[in-house]
């Protein structure tokens, strides 16, 4: 035998053991020794086929802003107070910037360096206003603004990392993308509107006295005295699980937050034997606490999530210690998300879905069916047609047909690509497109033949022939194959690694295997007549 | 075994004129639907909306789907039948509502009560925001314009310019009427349509390059002869390669729109209309618009 054409069996053979490692995993995973599953993955089934929810939120991150902006406008607020300096109003106008409307300039220079020692990044304006005030703007910078936008969905991409490590997804993905969106991904979720609404609750806990001398009635017709608003106290009837809503009035300005919060964890109150979810302040949220319950006793206090009022309990007494509980007829689920949510953090921002595809299990598992089944089909097909056309050399193609598959499947499994509805049909079609590279050959071949020449001649310029038109052939499409990579998305991104995959397989087994099988049948032979 | 004999001399290239009011009635056809019916029938992916796969527990029609979600503020639902049985239906809303508690949710509801608990399966929610529609679609036509860009430039590389302009006229032919095809019979352009368009760029070209493969080696063997005959005797000397390959893509491409589900049939049938005419373009298009595009130099050096 020949040194090239020993050398070239070796690499087949070592090309088809390498395959047989890599796809094991994913035939019979249970059956293998650990060694062999740690070194070698079973191909990745996409959220399409193996059922799952993918999921693109975008971060409102202008919220973020004006959320930064009220923040900076309650501590000036306070700050002005205690220097005593005399203002008519503070305000946020136009999303990005802090008004403060004094009366004279004197005042006005005071606000100035009150502002630029304690806030040195805001760029300030002076202006007349109307009736004669001046009007002091602070305006956050456009880099100061880039940098809250960029914050905020940092943040919010950790906590909903915190919240979907807490509610317990295998191998979740969690992605930054363009444009303030988060790319999330959870393989196999089984209750996707659970998922949804543990994700993307923004989990703003806020804490409000109630004001006992409004009407809520008059609040609803739209009469609210300034510095009060109306919310909605959330309430289930237990026995029919229907929500109503009742009107309450409370004070504008919150007297403590959820960030102050250590832990939060599910209890049952064994008297109505329903659960509620209690809370930990740290140490600054246990002393505010215990200030604000010691100097309210009698009042009530709502407890306020993402605008809703869960309750609104009397203070009874002083609550030193730091701990306190939030009930509001929960089933048990409910409470657990609530806690889950108040452990891992609020959002930054609020966010909205962009996009969401969910696949049922049974739908995925349908479609793997239908794949398989297709590409089967599809074989059979084209194996069927080359052995009646092509003859032996037919079943040349077919053994070449056959690794192609095999190989595809190991490089899926080697790169961690990972496979898609898409995917599949990449793979039925590469076995259409896979014999072309054959048949070009066996043409050429064909043609020699007529022309009298031997067999091993005619293999030989066949094959040599048939060698640029087949690369030039098949460049086309893999050119049109990366290009989708580059641009495509979830699952049309698993069509194009097929094709890339299969074509590249294909015109290995095409080109190098089958003619190693053409050699090795030739070898020490005497054939005139090629079977083609 | 020989579909085509070896001697086999068809003139494909005198029946040019024929081929040219073929392929410009398909054209004509399609785009008068495409007029007809106001642009593309964008799906969901392109167009936003929220697309609800339900299964029933027993046979339904739609009519009956329509009624008990007429309670909700869904705008017109369009309610078909997926696959052959009865018993699974896609709802198609043209709303896409960014809200946490989505419009699948309200939707099982509202068939819950007509169908009673336990007896509706959601197998598949798609909700795309307008947002996100907006995107995909540039991201598809940018796939599309930078495919062929890098093809023109592949094929004048490796070829000549005036390869290359053929070969682009036949894909803008090929994906012209598969766009067509998809009008005609109410088909919903989706994301994998744009990778199947891709695929039949990428096919029919595959298919073009091998007969200017041929022609480019006997342009060199018979320079006595004329250019139209050396593509003709190209053409029929690759056509036994031609038809075999064809046949082949063609088989599993239809076993893919026979066996392979709902979710994936739109895709084999651009599949099926693009190799179709793929491989009809790379003898009736690109070769004849090299002709063309050759006695139009030979004119202007004479």
Not at chain 2, 142 to 166: N, P, Q, T
Request: glycine share 8%; with cysteine; net charge neutral.
């Amino acid at each position: 035998m020949s040194n090239s054409l020993k050398f070239r069996s070796v690499v087949v053979l070592l090309c088809l053991l390498l395959s047989f490692f890599a796809i094991a995993p994913t035939l019979m995973r249970d059956s293998l020794p650990q060694w062999w599953n740690d070194s070698f993955s079973p191909i990745q089934l996409g959220l399409d086929l193996q059922g799952g929810m993918h999921l693109v939120l975008g971060v409102d991150v202008d919220k973020a802003v004006e959320s930064r902006i009220d923040t900076i406008i309650d501590q000036t607020e306070t700050e002005l107070r205690e220097k005593d300096i005399i203002f008519k109003r503070l305000e946020r106008r136009q999303g990005d910037r802090l008004v403060v409307l004094v009366y004279d300039d004197e005042e006005g220079a005071k606000v100035d360096t009150l502002m630029s020692d304690g806030y040195p990044s805001l760029e300030a304006e002076t202006f007349t206003g109307a009736g004669g005030y001046i009007e002091k703007h602070f305006r956050l910078s456009d880099s100061e603004i880039e940098n809250i936008k960029d914050y905020a969905v940092r943040q919010a991409l950790e906590t909903m990392r915190n919240r979907i490590d807490q509610f317990g997804v295998s191998e979740p993905t969690l992605q930054r993308q363009s444009g303030n969106r988060i790319l999330i991904q959870l393989p196999g979720v089984e209750d996707p509107d659970r998922a949804i609404a543990l994700l993307g609750k923004t989990a703003r806990l806020e804490f409000k006295m109630v004001d006992e001398t409004a009407n809520p009635q008059d609040a609803v017709a739209g009469k609210l005295t300034p510095g009060t608003q109306l919310l909605y106290e959330r309430n289930v009837n237990k026995a029919t699980g229907a929500e109503t809503e009742t009107p309450l009035v409370v004070v504008d300005k919150t007297v403590l937050t959820g960030d102050l919060l250590s832990d939060a964890n599910v209890r049952i109150d064994t008297r109505f034997n329903e659960p509620y979810v209690s809370i930990e302040f740290n140490a600054v949220g246990a002393k505010r606490f215990d200030q604000i319950t010691a100097s309210n006793v009698g009042k009530r206090m709502a407890i306020v999530l993402d605008d809703t009022i869960y309750s609104a309990p009397v203070i009874r007494e002083r609550i030193a210690g730091g701990s306190a509980q939030i009930s509001g007829s929960f089933t048990s689920q409910e409470a657990t998300d609530l806690a889950i949510i108040l452990r891992a953090g609020s959002l930054p921002a609020p966010v909205r879905i962009m996009e969401n595809r969910t696949v049922g299990p049974s739908l995925g598992h349908d479609s793997i069916a239908k794949g398989i089944k297709s590409i089967w089909v599809g074989a059979l097909l084209v194996v069927l047609a080359m052995v009646v056309y092509y003859q032996l050399s037919g079943i040349v193609a077919v053994v070449a047909l056959t690794l192609n598959i095999l190989f595809i499947s190991a490089m899926l499994s080697l790169f961690g690509a990972t496979l898609t509805l898409p995917g599949l049909a990449g793979v039925v079609l590469t076995i259409g497109m896979a014999v072309d590279a054959n048949v070009l050959i066996f043409e050429r071949i064909r043609e020699e033949v007529r022309l009298g020449r031997a067999a091993k001649l005619a293999l030989e310029s066949g094959y040599s022939k048939a060698f640029m038109t087949i690369i030039d052939a098949n460049m086309t499409t893999l050119l049109a194959a990366l290009v989708l990579f580059q641009f495509g998305t979830g699952p049309v991104r698993g069509f194009a690694v097929t094709l890339s995959i299969g074509i590249i397989a294909s015109l290995f087994t095409a080109i190098f295997v089958s003619r190693v099988i053409f050699d090795l049948f030739l070898k020490g032979r005497e054939v005139k007549r090629l079977s083609i | 075994m020989q579909l085509i004999k070896p001697d086999i001399n068809i003139d494909f290239v005198g029946k040019r004129q024929i081929a040219l009011i073929v392929s410009l009635a398909l054209i004509l056809v399609g785009f008068a639907s495409l007029l007809l019916n106001g642009g593309p029938n964008y799906g969901i992916d392109f167009a936003g909306g929220t697309l609800v796969q339900v299964k029933f527990e027993k046979t339904t029609d739609a009519a009956t789907i329509k009624e008990s979600l007429a309670g909700l503020e869904l705008g017109s639902p369009v309610v078909q039948s997926f696959g052959d049985n009865q018993n699974e239906f896609l709802i198609r809303v043209e709303q896409a509502s960014g809200e946490l508690k989505g419009l699948s949710v309200q939707i099982q509801n509202a068939l819950e009560q007509t169908y009673e608990k336990g007896h509706v399966e959601i197998r598949r929610v798609e909700m795309v925001g307008p947002q996100v529609g907006k995107d995909l679609r540039n991201k598809g036509l940018k796939a599309l314009f930078y495919a062929m860009l890098g093809l023109l430039v592949y094929i004048s590389w490796r070829f000549e310019f005036r390869f290359a302009i053929g070969a682009i006229v036949a894909l803008f032919h090929d994906v012209m009427i598969t766009l067509g095809a998809f009008s005609l019979f109410g088909k919903e352009i989706d994301l994998p349509i744009i990778a199947a368009f891709l695929a039949i760029i990428g096919y029919s070209l595959n298919d073009t390059i091998i007969v200017y493969d041929r022609i480019r080696e006997n342009s060199g063997k018979h320079n006595k002869e004329s250019f139209p005959f050396v593509v003709n005797r190209s053409i029929n000397e690759t056509l036994s390669r031609t038809l075999l390959t064809s046949g082949t893509t063609l088989l599993v491409v239809l076993a893919l729109f026979v066996l392979g589900g709902g979710v994936i049939h739109n895709f084999a049938f651009a599949m099926l209309v693009g190799v179709l005419v793929g491989t009809y373009s790379s003898i009736f298009v690109a070769s004849p618009v090299l002709i063309f595009w050759q006695q139009k130099l030979d004119k202007k050096s004479a």
